[in-house]
């Protein structure tokens, strides 16, 4: 059974930083697209970050500069570390997996999502 777990989600203040860890379980990611999304209360779910199989990357313009996206092929998993979070960061981060490099920063052609891990940031 394929499965993505987030972890690493909790309490922040503004200004700090946090470590996400999405860990992958079930088959081989190393030839997938693994991406960060999130989405805030009363919000549509968006693009954070992605990483490909030969880890090339891509960034909301939003988190560009404050996170960095990583992955460990060995541990079939991947992070994000989040650093000088801001009040808007806190939301539900989700960790998605797509075959293909292309078109990362839309919802659709996902074939795997985790189940999240909450952020919150208090300022």
């Known amino acids: 059974q394929v499965r993505l777990v987030e972890s690493g989600g909790g309490p922040v203040q503004a200004g700090d930083s946090l470590r996400l860890s999405c860990t992958a379980s079930g088959q081989s990611f190393s030839t997938y697209t693994m991406s960060w999304f999130r989405q805030a209360p009363g919000k549509e779910r968006e693009f954070v970050a992605a990483?490909?199989?030969?880890?090339?990357?891509s960034y909301a313009d939003s988190v560009k500069g404050r996170f960095t996206i990583s992955r460990d092929f060995a541990q079939n998993t991947m992070s994000l570390e989040m650093t000088g979070v801001k009040p808007e960061d806190m939301a539900i981060y989700y960790c998605a997996a797509k075959f293909l490099y292309y078109r990362v920063e839309g919802l659709s052609g996902y074939d795997y999502w985790g189940q999240g891990t909450q952020v919150t940031v208090s300022s």
């Open positions: 990483i490909s199989g030969r880890s090339a990357t």
